[in-house]
């Protein structure tokens, strides 16, 4: 049986070849204003722009960052995930269990970890896709099973005393980059290249540009569907892993309102909710926008509270942006 064919719309040119300052705005808004944030910040605290303080903060989203990264390939297709956070502490717990100094080896380790966001992932893919169920229903119960899951698991109780290779995961560096860092690039990288250059990025563009358009084009949306949740709960896992190697334990309470983090990343970046429109590198921008403003505001010593009512009003604002857009379309 032969591939399916999906046929894309080819976008305008500027007529006469023109510059037009809107399209670079459209382009590269969001890298000018981590430009402008971070100058504001390095102008209003003399610590912020240093080098220890500037590695710190990506250190410290590439856990979030990661989780945005599959989080982004689901909002492409118009779906959302909301069990991130719970599927990072299940995985924490697992993994943590695996990790005592002598017991398993580090491989062994890592892959229970993998295998427990891949699973979940498959779990959430498989109940939308065939049971054709709205993601936010589906996640949201995966949210509250995972979470029970990962609680039950170890009674409530932090579990410690893990072994030095696995800390090195989240606290060791290679040539003074520290590792979490080195991940979440490499992540981006590989998360790059399958959503622009393979065929599997092309269908889930398909998908969320029009799904019904997808299927007559003979693409097996369910089958999609279930690898990209299955791919997003793997990413989870590899963030889960990294968290729990940083703060040397399991908790069961890890990864609390990080799936929200990890929307607001993907939308701040260029995401768009209605399908369709995403990329890597926006998301990236919008973690480090996160990441930023949360450094930046503790070193000014602005209260947390304020924080996330800044937090929520800038998602709220990206959204309107993102609405507007599309009703220009």
Same mark, same amino acid.
């Given at each position: 049986?032969?591939?399916?064919?999906?046929?894309?719309?080819?976008?305008?040119?500027?007529?006469?070849?023109?510059?037009?300052?809107?399209?670079?705005?459209?382009?590269?808004?969001?890298?000018?204003?981590?430009?402008?944030?971070?100058?504001?910040?390095?102008?209003?605290?003399?610590?912020?722009?240093?080098?220890?303080?500037?590695?710190?903060?990506?250190?410290?989203?590439?856990?979030?960052?990661?989780?945005?990264?599959?989080?982004?390939?689901?909002?492409?297709?118009?779906?959302?995930?909301?069990?991130?956070?719970?599927?990072?502490?299940?995985?924490?717990?697992?993994?943590?269990?695996?990790?005592?100094?002598?017991?398993?080896?580090?491989?062994?380790?890592?892959?229970?970890?993998?295998?427990?966001?891949?699973?979940?992932?498959?779990?959430?893919?498989?109940?939308?896709?065939?049971?054709?169920?709205?993601?936010?229903?589906?996640?949201?119960?995966?949210?509250?099973?995972?979470?029970?899951?990962?609680?039950?698991?170890?009674?409530?109780?932090?579990?410690?005393?893990?072994?030095?290779?696995?800390?090195?995961?989240?606290?060791?560096?290679?040539?003074?980059?520290?590792?979490?860092?080195?991940?979440?690039?490499?992540?981006?990288?590989?998360?790059?290249?399958?959503?622009?250059?393979?065929?599997?990025?092309?269908?889930?563009?398909?998908?969320?540009?029009?799904?019904?358009?997808? /299927?007559?084009?003979?693409?097996?949306?369910?089958?999609?569907?279930?690898?990209?949740?299955?791919?997003?709960?793997?990413?989870?896992?590899?963030?889960?892993?990294?968290?729990?190697?940083?703060?040397?334990?399991?908790?069961?309470?890890?990864?609390?309102?990080?799936?929200?983090?990890?929307?607001?990343?993907?939308?701040?970046?260029?995401?768009?909710?209605?399908?369709?429109?995403?990329?890597?590198?926006?998301?990236?921008?919008?973690?480090?926008? /996160?990441?930023?403003?949360?450094?930046?505001?503790?070193?000014?010593?602005?209260?947390?509270?304020?924080?996330?009512?800044?937090?929520?009003? /800038?998602?709220?604002?990206?959204?309107?942006?993102?609405?507007?857009?599309?009703?220009?379309?």
């Amino acid at each position: 049986m032969s591939e399916p064919v999906v046929l894309t719309e080819k976008k305008p040119k500027a007529k006469g070849g023109r510059f037009k300052p809107t399209a670079l705005l459209s382009r590269f808004g969001m890298l000018f204003i981590l430009i402008g944030l971070m100058i504001l910040m390095s102008l209003l605290s003399p610590t912020f722009l240093t080098s220890d303080n500037l590695l710190n903060i990506v250190r410290q989203m590439s856990v979030v960052g990661i989780v945005a990264i599959g989080v982004t390939f689901i909002i492409i297709t118009t779906g959302i995930d909301l069990s991130s956070g719970s599927v990072i502490a299940l995985t924490s717990v697992v993994v943590a269990t695996l990790a005592h100094p002598g017991e398993y080896p580090l491989l062994i380790t890592i892959l229970a970890g993998l295998g427990v966001g891949m699973l979940t992932g498959v779990i959430n893919g498989t109940i939308i896709a065939k049971g054709k169920i709205a993601p936010f229903i589906v996640t949201l119960g995966m949210m509250t099973a995972a979470r029970g899951a990962a609680l039950m698991y170890t009674g409530g109780r932090p579990i410690g005393n893990l072994s030095d290779p696995f800390k090195f995961i989240g606290q060791g560096s290679i040539a003074g980059i520290p590792v979490p860092i080195l991940i979440f690039f490499f992540v981006a990288f590989i998360s790059y290249l399958l959503l622009n250059k393979t065929k599997f990025g092309t269908y889930i563009y398909a998908i969320g540009g029009n799904e019904q358009a997808a /299927i007559i084009a003979g693409i097996n949306v369910e089958k999609y569907k279930i690898m990209l949740y299955g791919f997003a709960g793997l990413l989870t896992s590899v963030a889960g892993i990294i968290l729990t190697s940083r703060i040397a334990s399991g908790q069961p309470t890890a990864g609390t309102m990080y799936e929200l983090d990890a929307i607001a990343a993907a939308v701040i970046g260029g995401t768009s909710l209605a399908g369709g429109v995403g990329t890597i590198g926006g998301t990236v921008i919008g973690a480090l926008i /996160i990441g930023v403003m949360n450094n930046g505001l503790d070193l000014l010593g602005v209260s947390s509270y304020l924080q996330q009512i800044l937090k929520g009003a /800038i998602i709220v604002v990206a959204v309107f942006i993102d609405s507007r857009k599309n009703k220009r379309k």
